[in-house]
């Protein structure tokens, strides 16, 4: 299967599905940049992507790291003659743009919650379909990818077991997910608060809750083990400021990205901690990471 032929559902009020043009959707004689489907209200704002895309940008150590774990599993799809890769969650484009270098021959597709964003994206990256959608009312058919990377996506949403569910049926057979979140409930802190996390999550929580939906977990483990003290200690001392001024939470959550974005020791430490972990799994750690099977 191809983009071209790929069975897009029909976005509101059309009558007939949209076809993949290359640079765009055509519906009829309309084209579209996003094909767009229902939402509801979720935990994402333009205002917490544009904080995002200003603070930590495309160069961030912890975020460089996240997108070179999802390529990793997306390579396990390497011998497919043009897998079709989504990316939920897809905001920036950064990991669609990691993924086409790494995977030149597979098709990609990108989806986010947010409209404004995806048509700036779509606008970047025109090739590329882009779909805005809710995952916890996921408008795609049944096994209809072959890989989907999900970075920190779930934490944002009321009913994670829904939208993990979905992830589960529009893989094919042998598809994998690569699925990351942040970890460690005890520490919710205003980050987490500023940033809308319905929750941070113990690894074995997300496994559980894999395994429940029918994957076989390949690989459960943690991301940022050997600047996990800090972080701790940064995480506990942020506890103190849960109830300062909105507009004070976002001074200090985006000094904080910002800081951290810029120190070479971390991403040095980060770097060597995801070559290490192509054979070590590692058992805390800034963030949950979850690779994906379904049988």
Not at 28 to 50: C, I, K, N, Q
Not at 134 to 153: E, S, Y
Not at 231 to 253: D, Y
Request: aromatic letters at 8%; one cysteine or more; charged letters at 25%.
């Amino acid at each position: 299967m191809s983009l071209g032929d790929f069975p897009w559902p029909p976005v509101p009020g059309a009558t007939v599905a949209p076809v993949w043009a290359g640079t765009g959707f055509m519906i009829g004689g309309r084209s579209l940049r996003v094909a767009s489907y229902e939402t509801e209200p979720s935990h994402w704002s333009e205002d917490l992507t544009t904080l995002h895309e200003t603070e930590s940008g495309r160069d961030h150590p912890i975020d460089c790291a996240s997108r070179r774990l999802a390529v990793r599993t997306m390579r396990r799809l390497a011998g497919r003659k043009a897998p079709i890769i989504l990316d939920v969650g897809c905001s920036t484009g950064f990991i669609l743009e990691d993924l086409r270098k790494a995977l030149p021959h597979a098709e990609l597709i990108g989806a986010d919650y947010l409209l404004g964003p995806l048509e700036s994206l779509a606008r970047r990256i025109p090739d590329i379909p882009i779909l805005q959608f809710d995952l916890r009312r996921c408008p795609l058919p049944n096994d209809c990818v072959d890989g989907i990377t999900c970075l920190n996506v779930l934490e944002h949403i009321d009913d994670h077991e829904g939208a993990l569910g979905h992830i589960h049926r529009i893989l094919k057979p042998g598809g994998w997910a690569h699925i990351e979140v942040p970890a460690g409930p005890a520490l919710y802190d205003l980050y987490d608060e500023h940033l809308m996390h319905y929750r941070r999550y113990r690894l074995g929580e997300l496994v559980g809750m894999a395994r429940a939906k029918g994957f076989i977990v390949e690989r459960a483990t943690h991301l940022g083990f050997m600047v996990f003290p800090a972080f701790w200690w940064v995480k506990r001392q942020n506890r103190r400021h849960l109830s300062a001024l909105p507009e004070e939470k976002k001074r200090l959550v985006a000094g904080q990205i910002r800081s951290t974005r810029t120190q070479p020791l971390l991403a040095a430490m980060i770097r060597f901690e995801t070559v290490l972990g192509r054979i070590l799994s590692y058992p805390c750690g800034i963030r949950c990471v979850v690779v994906l099977r379904k049988t």
